[in-house]
């Protein structure tokens, strides 16, 4: 039997997948929820604190803390003590979370190709060769997949971006994927 935050009524579409078997629908309890990926993007550009990555994605704060916990209970963030702060916290991606990189790129580039008529807002380059990798996130001269921790991200010159927060400005330089933005 359905239970009620399932079932679709006149009052709106139920929250959760229960009813379906498939990972896929396991995966969208996570990752499905509304900012989820962005914050999961942010990591892997290198934001790390919570006011950084509020700052960046102007979410509710109520809101980040509830999918910051969730990502650490699932296993996708860790929550380390800020090595330049004795009362906060950062958040790095696991193993776990690293995983979700070709989802991120490949929803990305999903999104240029079919929404954004502006195209990219950055572009990724092989790290030890200096080659841009291709849309299914192949090396064009090594011929392999690029996975996050070799990969340069750097912005399309042809974009004006307007954001002026410390993370978006920091996001307008080549930065190495994962490795924390600020200081």
Known sequence: MNEPSDIVSDMGLGKGYATQEC???KALELIGERWTLLIVRDAFFGVRRYNDFLRRL???RAV???RLQALVEHGVFDRLPDPNHS???EYSLTPQGIALWPVVYSLARWGERHMDPKGA???YFHVECGKRIDANGLCGECGRWVPPTELEARPNPRRAYTRTDPVSLALRKPHRLL???LP
Do not use: G, N, Q
Request: charged share 30%; hydrophobic share 45%; glycine share 0%.
């Open 121 to 123: 807002t950055r572009f």
């Open 23 to 25: 990972a896929m629908a």
């Open 179 to 181: 490795e924390p933005l």
């Open 87 to 89: 009362t906060r916290s």
């Open 58 to 60: 102007d979410l509710p």
């Open 64 to 66: 980040l803390a509830e």
